[in-house]
């Protein structure tokens, strides 16, 4: 069925003002279908982060960014702190909706911090403090959109011409606003003629690969190659890849890294072959409050989606043990370089963590 939306022009959140909404494009149809729904109750923007119609960490933070200033700004009280007791209880509901990317709380925090500052401290009207919350989330959409920039650039000093890429789950456009984290260096080498071949795990159980990164790569013109899972082993041993390029859900303090399940997997082998692992990361998902990898709460999701989800008829016996978590954590030994925007993290990661981290203070731009 042909679309009438634009994967390649089109922001995977916005803000949809005039329709009080916030508008996806709903990644569970990719990608047969690019389609653009629209999020107007809590509810429904839960619903959306959970079933992974939006997914992805810094859209997931966008999304609850854009999600909690509309609730925030329907609230109808003119008195700030119960207007801070509702924000409250729909902040904790959005948070519920997926607990390993910590862009959601990072987004979350932020917002609330803001309304705080501008309400308690500043002594703004309820009215002010909605603005205030306006502009703030529109703030955290504008950094994704350059922080995504700046990683293409400093990922990019990592790679040769004609470099095989090999990249886990989807990292990409639909995983932020724009550009996406692990595939900003391939896009921007795209744009200047580096010739990358990127080789795409097809990421089961929710193939985040094959619907999502293979689509938006392919849809752009990088030349892109879509493999099972099982099959990295067999490129890398092969010499097709000189680097992996993985996103990130949460970095912890020592530089254990959640990221979809399977990347630690690709990283072992990877390590096995001598090839380098980079993880790109917006400080955003840095998590320097959790001090190990092990601190890192892993979403288990339902079995049905190892069993039935993608197949005709259910692909394994009834009632059988299924075992579904949805990221896994790479430990920092076998990973070579955390790319940020504000530069390449090496180990030891407790040290250039922290170096970064203090350099958050700077411009983006
Ligand atoms: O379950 P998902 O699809 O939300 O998992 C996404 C990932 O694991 C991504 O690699 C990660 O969020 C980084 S996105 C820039």
Redesign the pocket.
């Known amino acids: 069925m042909e679309s009438s939306v634009n994967l390649l022009k089109t922001d995977t959140v916005a803000l949809d003002e005039a329709n009080d909404a916030v508008v996806i494009i709903d990644q569970t149809l990719l990608p047969g279908r690019v389609e653009l729904i629209s999020l107007r109750t809590a509810q429904e923007i839960w619903e959306a982060i959970y079933q992974?119609r939006v997914?992805?960490?810094?859209a997931i933070g966008v999304t609850a960014a854009f999600g909690i200033y509309l609730l925030a700004n329907r609230l109808e009280t003119e008195d700030f702190d119960a207007f801070m007791a509702e924000f409250a209880e729909q902040k904790q509901y959005l948070d519920s909706a997926r607990p390993t990317?910590v862009n959601l709380s990072w987004a979350l925090r932020r917002m609330e911090r803001v309304a705080l500052q501008a309400g308690r401290e500043e002594g703004l009207t309820v009215g002010q403090v909605k603005e205030r919350l306006r502009l703030e989330a529109h703030a955290i959409r504008d950094e994704d959109i350059k922080v995504c920039q700046k990683i293409g650039e400093n990922g990019l000093t990592l790679l040769s011409p004609g470099d095989g890429i090999l990249t886990h789950?989807?990292?990409g456009r639909l995983?932020?606003v724009r550009y996406?984290?692990?595939t900003a260096p391939i896009y921007l080498g795209q744009e200047r003629g580096y010739g990358f071949r990127v080789y795409a795990d097809e990421t089961r159980p929710?193939l985040?690969g094959a619907r999502l990164t293979a689509f938006e790569l392919y849809a752009s013109g990088v030349d892109v190659t879509l493999i099972c899972d099982n099959m990295s082993g067999s490129v890398m041993a092969g010499g097709l890849v000189q680097a992996v390029f993985?996103?990130?859900?949460r970095v912890a303090a020592n530089g254990d890294t959640a990221?979809?399940i399977g990347t630690s997997v690709v990283a072992a082998v990877a390590g096995y072959y001598g090839i380098p692992v980079y993880v790109c990361a917006p400080t955003s998902t840095i998590d320097m409050d959790t001090p190990r990898g092990e601190g890192i709460h892993i979403e288990q999701r339902p079995g049905g989606e190892i069993t039935e989800m993608w197949y005709r008829e259910p692909m394994a016996p009834p009632g059988v043990k299924v075992y579904n978590p949805?990221?896994d954590v790479t430990d920092h030994g076998l990973i070579e370089g955390i790319v940020t925007e504000y530069g390449i993290a090496r180990a030891p990661y407790e040290e250039s963590l922290k170096e970064i981290m203090a350099r958050r203070g700077m411009r983006v731009d």
């Open positions: 992974l997914r992805g960490a810094p990317a789950c989807n990292a995983a932020a996406g984290t692990a929710l985040q993985v996103g990130c859900d990221n979809k949805a990221f």
